[in-house]
């Protein structure tokens, strides 16, 4: 197949001005290399065609492709990270992982959070706070955890997000929205262990990969997987491989590909779960569009740790999307 690649480089932001924290989510060149790599060397020709605009420039121009690996995370607004995808759409051109809808409900924490609960399965309770007032009516217990509603790479997270009292509530809040500009999701903080679960496949084929454990150093931000840890992870976190003959690791795995399920996502991606005091998982939050670069992401990490090759992996989410649209979609046929 002729596979177009669509992404966002970190350097192309940072040299228009924006911050590192801003491109935090954008990808390095070494990511783009390793998967188109795989790509070609599962059989594919490929194509780089980068962000979201860059994208309308080739498609003005007449370009099309059989398929497009998309891990384009998209700047502006909630809905960023549907944008690539709903551009494909209008074209009726096929893409690795998630439509439009699934993507900017996943970015959209709270209501990815909704769906889960209204499905019966287990996520801290939650509240959204809008303006810095609606802090005052918090009705939840404390320790609390707060985060930006819409954002990922754990931007917005550090040791201040775990609050114990309502002064700090209101104090937090009040950054995180002028920081941000959007509304902060609060939920029950869960002391317990933090799991992330990889998934592959689509509807009733997904399946977990394996699941891995987040263990922070001396030296971490504690009790929180934090921006500055998640970014010093090499110094700051361990990871270590959770094996599913752990009852709470296999809880976490079935709830993972629930909510995979129940939230409609495809081909692949991560699910991240954390224990209460009593060992029970619930659902964080989902990434169907995950990171790849190998031996720093979480989803290439916790396959390793399976035996899961990095081109097995690429492959296991180019199958995935070949097999949802064999029927509508010719060219792509299954490898």
Not at 39 to 64: C, F, P, S, Y
Not at 129 to 139: F, L
Not at 157 to 162: E, T, V, W
Request: aromatic letters at 6%; proline letters at 6%; charged letters at 25%.
């Amino acid at each position: 197949m002729k596979i177009g690649l669509t992404y966002d480089l970190q350097a192309d932001y940072l040299a228009e001005g924006y911050s590192k924290e801003e491109a935090a989510e954008f990808d390095q060149p070494a990511t783009i290399e390793a998967i188109e790599g795989a790509l070609q060397e599962l059989g594919h020709d490929t194509q780089r065609i980068g962000n979201a605009k860059r994208l309308v420039q080739r498609l003005a121009r007449g370009e099309r492709w059989d398929l497009v690996f998309n891990i384009a995370e998209g700047l502006h607004g909630v809905a960023r990270e549907a944008q690539v995808p709903a551009i494909l759409d209008v074209y009726n051109l096929p893409y690795t992982f998630s439509d439009p809808l699934v993507l900017s409900l996943a970015l959209y924490k709270n209501l990815a959070k909704t769906m889960v609960r209204q499905a019966g399965l287990a996520t801290p309770d939650f509240a959204l706070i809008e303006r810095a007032s609606d802090a005052d009516g918090i009705d939840l217990p404390f320790p609390l955890f707060a985060k930006p509603v819409a954002e990922g790479t754990s931007k917005g997270i550090s040791a201040a997000s775990k609050i114990v009292d309502r002064p700090s509530l209101r104090r937090v809040s009040e950054g995180l929205l002028q920081q941000f500009r959007q509304p902060v999701l609060v939920e029950t903080f869960l002391p317990g262990r933090e799991f992330t679960i990889g998934l592959a496949g689509t509807g009733p084929e997904a399946e977990v990969l394996g699941a891995m454990e987040i263990h922070l150093l001396p030296g971490a931000e504690a009790e929180v997987y934090s921006y500055v840890n998640k970014i010093e992870c090499a110094e700051l976190v361990r990871y270590t491989p959770a094996r599913a003959e752990d009852d709470e690791v296999r809880q976490a795995e079935e709830l993972a590909l629930a909510a995979w399920q129940v939230l409609g996502c495809r081909d692949g991606g991560r699910i991240d779960v954390r224990s209460n005091g009593r060992g029970q998982p619930s659902f964080l939050e989902v990434n169907p569009l995950p990171g790849l670069q190998p031996g720093h992401s979480d989803l290439p990490i916790l396959c390793g740790f399976k035996g899961i090759a990095y081109l097995e992996l690429i492959d296991k989410i180019v199958c995935s999307a070949c097999r949802r649209l064999r029927r509508t979609h010719a060219s792509c046929s299954p490898l």
